[in-house]
């Protein structure tokens, strides 16, 4: 049976078919996995080097720094997680090094890797409609009041997050119910132990800076922002502009693994996250002919929380404050 997406984007997926060749498609599809497990191993060495400076330094200027480039590592866990969810790290697929690598990938940000991947690939079926979509339909703030929003880049974040996970996971057969429930116990145990060992080596005071702070206060931000550069501006008549086209950034293509080419990873899922820099440089004739405009970070900021505009509708055409663009652009 077809998805929702797929009923939906039939023609958008002939215009692609049409701007990008056969060749130049099965290129950007190929896996590399030693680059893969290079990034990897550099987010790895990010996190153990922030937390050793957030360890050695203890004036907040020096160490909460730190603590930002901490917790957005332990968010690109979920970056790659997301790659073992769409079998972009190998040529060949091998159900056991995947599994072992989601798994892996899992622990560090506290979720199930078996939720995470049934929920995300729903998340692609559905997409555009409410309904059949889960990450819309339950995670996505239904009251567009800023308080209520700014919740998400909070340590509120947690029992938002894991309520509407519940709330999808009720409608899942009972084998895969309880290995989630298995994994989540596995990451939980772990989280609470590296929690413990850090507390009862280094005192509390430690455990604040190199935990609680990361992992409560900066994780929810990279997630949010992260997410915010997703779906939340777009055009609901179009399904080519269900997404929101983001700028390629010096700073937040590494600081989010390629995430940030949202749109570029819905129109070919299977590309690996380093490819996605040239799927938006070859398209970029099509999102020129498509009236496609180019977002920032600082700007949908601003839509979403200032100007309070409401996530999956198009904010297209709204007023902004004198200098407001150049803010943004540098954001």
Same mark, same amino acid.
């Given at each position: 049976?077809?998805?929702?997406?797929?009923?939906?984007?039939?023609?958008?997926?002939?215009?692609?078919?049409?701007?990008?060749?056969?060749?130049?498609?099965?290129?950007?599809?190929?896996?590399?996995?030693?680059?893969?497990?290079?990034?990897? #191993?550099?987010?790895?060495?990010?996190?153990?080097?922030? =937390?050793?400076?957030?360890?050695?330094?203890?004036?907040?200027?020096?160490?909460?720094?730190? +603590?930002?480039?901490?917790?957005?590592?332990?968010?690109?866990?979920?970056?790659?997680?997301?790659?073992?969810?769409?079998?972009?790290?190998?040529?060949?697929?091998?159900?056991?090094?995947?599994?072992?690598?989601?798994?892996?990938?899992?622990?560090?940000?506290?979720?199930?890797?078996?939720?995470?991947?049934?929920?995300? !690939?729903?998340?692609?079926?559905?997409?555009?409609? #409410?309904?059949?979509?889960?990450?819309?339909?339950?995670?996505?703030?239904?009251?567009?009041?800023?308080?209520?929003?700014?919740?998400?880049?909070?340590? +509120?974040? #947690?029992?938002?997050?894991?309520?509407?996970?519940?709330?999808?996971?009720?409608?899942?057969?009972?084998?895969?119910?309880?290995?989630?429930?298995?994994?989540?116990?596995?990451?939980?145990?772990?989280?609470?132990?590296?929690? =413990?060992?850090?507390?009862?080596?280094?005192?509390?005071?430690?455990?604040?800076?190199?935990?609680?702070?990361?992992?409560?206060?900066?994780?929810?931000?990279?997630?949010? !922002?992260?997410?915010?550069?997703?779906?939340?501006?777009?055009?609901?008549?179009?399904? +080519?502009?269900?997404?929101?086209?983001?700028?390629?950034?010096?700073?937040?293509?590494?600081?989010?693994?390629?995430?940030?080419?949202?749109?570029?990873?819905?129109?070919?899922?299977?590309?690996?996250?380093?490819?996605?820099?040239?799927?938006?440089?070859?398209? +970029?004739?099509?999102?020129?002919?498509?009236?496609?405009?180019?977002?920032?970070?600082?700007?949908?900021?601003?839509?979403?929380?200032?100007?309070?505009?409401?996530?999956?509708?198009?904010?297209?055409?709204?007023?902004?404050?004198?200098?407001?663009?150049? !803010?943004?652009?540098?954001?």
């Amino acid at each position: 049976m077809a998805t929702y997406y797929a009923e939906h984007a039939q023609q958008l997926k002939r215009d692609l078919a049409a701007e990008v060749s056969t060749d130049a498609l099965r290129e950007l599809h190929q896996k590399r996995p030693l680059l893969h497990a290079l990034i990897a #191993f550099a987010n790895v060495a990010v996190l153990v080097l922030a =937390g050793v400076a957030i360890v050695h330094f203890d004036r907040w200027y020096l160490w909460l720094p730190l +603590a930002v480039v901490a917790g957005f590592a332990v968010f690109d866990f979920t970056v790659l997680l997301h790659e073992v969810v769409h079998r972009a790290v190998l040529p060949r697929s091998d159900e056991g090094t995947y599994r072992f690598l989601g798994l892996l990938y899992a622990i560090p940000s506290g979720i199930s890797a078996s939720q995470f991947t049934r929920w995300h !690939l729903d998340h692609h079926a559905g997409l555009g409609s #409410f309904e059949e979509d889960p990450k819309r339909h339950y995670l996505s703030p239904k009251r567009n009041e800023r308080w209520f929003k700014l919740l998400y880049f909070t340590p +509120a974040l #947690f029992p938002i997050y894991f309520r509407a996970a519940a709330k999808e996971t009720a409608s899942y057969e009972p084998e895969l119910r309880k290995r989630i429930a298995r994994e989540r116990i596995v990451t939980i145990v772990f989280q609470l132990s590296v929690l =413990g060992a850090i507390a009862l080596i280094g005192g509390w005071a430690i455990a604040f800076k190199l935990y609680i702070v990361p992992i409560f206060f900066i994780f929810p931000i990279a997630f949010a !922002l992260n997410r915010l550069g997703q779906h939340y501006d777009i055009d609901p008549e179009d399904p +080519a502009k269900w997404s929101t086209l983001m700028k390629s950034s010096w700073f937040w293509n590494p600081a989010f693994l390629y995430s940030n080419f949202h749109l570029e990873h819905h129109y070919f899922p299977g590309v690996p996250f380093y490819n996605l820099p040239k799927v938006q440089r070859l398209l +970029a004739n099509f999102y020129e002919k498509r009236g496609m405009t180019m977002h920032s970070y600082g700007g949908l900021v601003w839509n979403y929380l200032v100007l309070n505009r409401k996530p999956h509708t198009k904010w297209s055409g709204v007023l902004q404050q004198p200098g407001q663009d150049q !803010l943004t652009d540098l954001i």
